[in-house]
């Protein structure tokens, strides 16, 4: 099992920035990838980003690239989100999850471990 804890969002004006965090712990070593999803309500679940645990390759949704960073710190078992110039559209509750698949992990139905949840507001 793999336990996953996120920091606490917040509420941030349009344009700002926030980073979040997400703290593995338990058996890390069965994990390929972590990644971040979100959910809006009434919306489906979106990939946001994703990073290898290991080599460090990244992949971005198209809504947040070039906007979004990921990142991780394998002695601390925690990967990073930066968010910059954040939108009233990204406002969501954002998801931490981790992945022993090794493909496709960007599809939410890969990922069998998932955090809480932590919501983040964008005014306008």
């Known amino acids: 099992q793999v336990q996953l804890v996120e920091s606490r969002g917040g509420l941030v004006q349009a344009g700002g920035s926030l980073r979040l965090s997400c703290v593995a712990s338990?058996?890390?070593?069965?994990?390929?990838?972590m990644g971040w999803f979100r959910q809006a309500p009434g919306k489906e679940r979106e990939f946001v980003a994703t990073?290898?645990?290991?080599?460090?390759?990244?992949f971005y949704g198209d809504s947040v690239k070039g906007r979004f960073t990921i990142s991780r710190d394998n002695f601390k078992n925690t990967v990073y989100l930066q968010m910059n110039s954040l939108k009233p559209e990204d406002t969501a509750v954002y998801y931490c999850?981790?992945?022993?698949?090794?493909?496709?992990?960007?599809?939410?139905?890969?990922?069998?471990?998932w955090g809480q949840g932590t919501q983040v507001t964008v005014s306008s």
């Open positions: 338990g058996r890390t070593v069965s994990v390929y990838a």
């Open positions: 990073i290898t645990w290991s080599g460090g390759s990244t």
């Open positions: 999850a981790a992945t022993g698949a090794v493909v496709f992990i960007t599809s939410p139905t890969r990922y069998n471990y």
